[in-house]
């Protein structure tokens, strides 16, 4: 069915008439569009389709991002901030709804687009990531006071790698696509790492790292970077904000910004972890969640990368196996293709733990 994206925006309470709503083609799950206003250049509105395959439970996912947002909010007034450019503005429907459900048209939302600022898909210029980390330490920071039992689980078991693997073992059993036997040499090289799988819920079932709230879905392009300035503005795609583990956000955010390549690169040559940027990373995230760390998450902060880089190649695999059934696809083999450049990011992450390991303990001396 075709969707009037002009008809979803007015059910929204703006006085503006839209002009044009572009795809922002960046993000694998909901569909995106920056919406432009007559008689302004820039977008003033970022309208999504919530995924509602994968967030089952919209009203759950609202009252999160509601919460979160608000609880923002109140600090960066506090220090006197901008909440409008510093958090998530949700804009209600015009019959004072969060977000609009039809069963047509499916589950829309809108948000202020943050204005002079731009989300980065890469390290592209020096120091952007470690503003970037600063920006997500301080995220963690924000919401360590946040009342854990009031947010909803809005995907079981998203980061429990243990569980994780067990679904992927079920795709290669049942190999719905048939395709299988075109991926033996990674399935049998995943199997190897399974160990890893059992680290960072190990710690957390016997509470030597504790539960946290968390992002769980740390990607350089989920930070809004001031165009003026360059500091990290606003975290955003709050989706998965979620009781986890701080080793979530660290590991994700190496895996994506530290890479030496682009997440779904065909040539694995260009497929490493670069410690100059893992260095970078580590300064800013450390400076940014000041003391709110234990020395044991300290400990796990290497192989957090790798177990996140580990995992996505059980969820990227496991999806291509299924028949590309949740991931958003832009070619033939796309999920096979992110599967081997994660796997590729993750073997060399594995042979990089120690540099990894003496980059942290630089930087928590100095922290001291
Ligand atoms: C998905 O939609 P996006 O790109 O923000 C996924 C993350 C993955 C990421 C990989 C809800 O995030 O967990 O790490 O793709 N989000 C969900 O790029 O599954
Ligand atoms: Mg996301």
Redo the contacts with the bound molecule.
Sequence with gaps: MDISFFDVFSVFDTQDTASEFQPIT?????HTYAVYVLGDKKPKYVLQKI?TD??QKPDELIANIKGVCSHIRCKVIERGGDPMRETLTLIPTRDGKDYYHSPEKGCWRLYYFIRDSEAHQSADRPGLLYEAAKAFGNFQKLLSDYPADTLYE??PN?HNTVSRYADFLRAVSEDRAGRASECETEIQEIQKYEPYAHIIVDALASQEIPLRVTH??T?L??IMIDNATGKGLCVI?L??VMPGSLLYDFG?SI??AACNSA?DEPDLTKVYLRLDLFEEYTKGFLEGVGSHITQKEIELLPVSAFI?TYE?VL??LGDYLNGDV???VHRDKHNLE?ARAQLKLATDMEGKLSDMAEIVKKYTEIQK
């Design positions: 960046a993000g694998h799950i909901n995924n994968v967030f809005t995907i998203f769980n879905d990607k392009n989920n795609d989706d998965t994700d895996r994506f997440e996140l996505l969820r990227f949740y991931f958003q992110r």
